[in-house]
């Protein structure tokens, strides 16, 4: 149901066509929000687990009654990210939460197989999108004067190594400390510094793993909980960490993993 956590404030969400920017930004609009939609495209990507894949986000939020609207943005790009800021300001007057959700994954082959555009593909979104959209959520914040919240979306993957995917782990270390960097700087202007830290949970990105029984039984063993995260579970978590509910948890990665990062063992 619809509440009112985030009534009258203004969030912009990257990535949010697909997946977990798509639910976060649902999320944050059904919470009161109103939501700048962003990707470097307007429709969900195919293979996805979305309800209503047919329709954008912003025509799902407006279809809930809330108010949205979309800029493309390619978050590798510090002009557009900029843009995206400046219009979202232009179009509904302020900026409260900025989501850098936006990313992408690299994996299944051993450090010396991967190329140098595998390692640059998971830095320039995963680090430099992250980078761009903090830079500019902090400048229109400090110009508002009465602070804001930057949520991350990170990984367990910036909480700990994995095997076979060491460029995607990296980048995923790096947004991580670059989190702590944020909180630590920006904390006495009344910015809110967070990161979501999920371990795999079912998007367009993870369909082949999803799919592959073998991996899938492989995954369910080894979480406590034993099941795959949902785009809710981390939905759910944003509008918490948005919300004045969080307001003293500031530089924290929240682990999202079902138990993950507390083993990688199997108990029958």
């Known amino acids: 149901m619809p509440s009112d956590r985030l009534e009258g404030r203004v969030a912009v969400v990257t990535g949010a066509a697909s997946g977990f920017g798509r639910e976060i930004a649902v999320a944050f609009a059904d919470a009161g929000a109103t939501v700048m939609v962003s990707d470097i495209r ?5 293979g996805g687990f979305e ?84 830079q500019e959520a902090v400048k229109q914040f400090l110009a508002q004067g009465d602070g804001g919240v930057i949520i991350n979306l990170v990984s367990t993957a910036g909480l700990q190594g994995h095997p076979n995917q060491s460029v995607y782990n990296v980048s995923k270390g790096a947004q ?40 899938d039984t492989m995954f369910v063993d080894s979480i406590p909980l034993k099941r795959w995260g949902e785009s809710k579970d981390v939905a759910d978590l944003a509008v918490f960490l948005a919300s004045d509910e969080s307001s003293y948890i500031h530089g924290a990665l929240v682990p999202l993993d079902g138990g993950e990062t507390l083993c990688r063992y199997s108990v029958t």
């Open 42 to 46: 307007e429709t969900p990507n195919e």
């Open 51 to 134: 309800d209503a894949p047919g329709m954008t986000t912003v025509d799902l939020i407006r279809e809930h009654g809330g108010t949205a609207d979309f800029v493309e943005c390619d978050v590798t790009d510090a002009a557009q990210v900029k843009n995206l800021i400046d219009e979202t300001v232009r179009r509904f007057g302020r900026l409260d939460v900025m989501m850098n959700n936006a990313g992408i994954y690299r994996g299944g082959k051993l450090t010396h197989e991967f190329t140098e555009d595998d390692l640059m593909a998971c830095f320039d979104v995963n680090v430099k999108g992250t980078f761009f959209g903090a």
């Open 176 to 215: 991580a400390n670059l989190t702590r960097c944020l909180a630590i700087e920006y904390g006495r202007d009344g910015i809110r510094v967070n990161g979501i830290c999920p371990t795999y949970a079912k998007t367009s990105l993870t369909r082949a793993f999803y799919d592959d029984k073998d991996f």
